[in-house]
């Protein structure tokens, strides 16, 4: 089923997989924020505020700061191509 959807989105297209249940992991989460901030400017998501209204974020707040991390390194390493 997801083959079929990548084929019928337009392009550029990039497609993820993620270890995780139905309900994503924290690394999804922050993904499909940070894809929803460039596309249509929704401000950065504030995992502390967030805390209490889902169970996803229970996660600890160092594997965010690593999530982080990535991302700043993925886009230093895209602005030096």
Known sequence: MAAT???AA????TEKVYSCDH????AAFFDRADFLKR???IDPIDPAA?????TL?????ARYATYERNVAARK???SQR
């Open 5 to 7: 959807w990548m084929r």
């Open 23 to 26: 309900a994503f992991n924290l």
């Open 57 to 61: 974020l229970h996660a600890d707040l």
């Open 10 to 13: 337009s392009n550029p297209k």
């Open 39 to 41: 596309q249509i400017g």
């Open 76 to 78: 230093e390493a895209e």
């Open 50 to 54: 967030l805390r209490a209204k889902t």
